[in-house]
């Protein structure tokens, strides 16, 4: 059973850096791809960073230079740095994982909530 527990959130100021952390347990195959979701209230779920173990990263133009995912691929987990954040970053932000060979497993954290107001 593939289980994914996201840490990190919080309240934060604009213009603040928060880190988000992503656990994984039980078979993660190796070929994968982990990354970050967020849905802000009343909007679509909406990918923010995404990378393909060991092969490219992709992130939302909305995030581009402020955020930063990163991977341990010992304890198969996922990072995400965000800095100068905004307002409009707020989110409950989702942890995602895909596996197999067209990465037809999908599975999801159950979020964790991060809001950026002053």
């Known amino acids: 059973q593939v289980q994914l527990v996201e840490s990190g959130g919080g309240l934060v100021q604009p213009g603040g850096s928060l880190i988000l952390s992503c656990a994984t347990s039980g078979d993660i195959f190796s070929r994968n791809a982990m990354g970050w979701y967020r849905q802000a209230p009343g909007k679509e779920r909406e990918l923010v960073a995404v990378?393909?173990?060991?092969?490219?990263?992709n992130y939302a133009d909305s995030v581009k230079g402020r955020f930063t995912i990163s991977r341990g691929y010992a304890e198969n987990a996922v990072y995400l740095q965000m800095n100068s954040l905004k307002p409009e970053d707020t989110a409950v932000y989702y942890c995602?994982?895909?596996?197999?060979?067209?990465?037809?497993?999908?599975?999801w954290g159950q979020g964790t909530q991060v809001t950026v107001s002053s």
């Open positions: 995602n994982l895909r596996m197999g060979r067209n990465y037809e497993s999908d599975y």
């Open positions: 990378n393909f173990a060991r092969s490219t990263t």
